[in-house]
């Protein structure tokens, strides 16, 4: 397992994931996320770096070929934020960008369909 990523997955409904993200400058990407049986979606992005990044999702329909969701987070060291995709789609990523050496934590939230099904 890579110490950088943590995931977990409980009973189908809910599912969490905390990834790094470490740039030396240009863009860093997380791996492809399915989105497709997702009631809710929150990304959560925290610079954890010492220099300025921007944190942006983007969308796709097959995994493969993407559009940027028209959000971006402008995050200063330390600071935090979120991002709820704008559209639906079948799969999602998150990408953050710098043009310095940064640094980003993400938790991806997802809440699945599945949910309503199984009252409190």
Request: hydrophobic share 35%.
């Amino acid at each position: 397992m890579n110490p950088l990523r943590g995931e977990s997955i409980i009973k189908g409904d809910f599912y969490e994931s905390t990834i790094y993200l470490q740039m030396l400058k240009g863009e860093s990407f997380t791996d492809v996320f399915p989105t497709h049986n997702a009631r809710a979606v929150t990304v959560f992005a925290k610079n954890t770096g010492e220099n300025s990044a921007s944190i942006f999702l983007q969308n796709s329909p097959n995994g493969l070929d993407f559009v940027e969701d028209p959000q971006s987070l402008e995050l200063e060291a330390g600071k935090m934020g979120y991002l709820v995709p704008y559209i639906f789609s079948k799969y999602t990523r998150a990408v953050a960008r710098s043009t310095q050496t940064a640094s980003v934590c993400l938790w991806v939230q997802i809440q699945n369909h599945s949910y309503c099904q199984h009252p409190l």
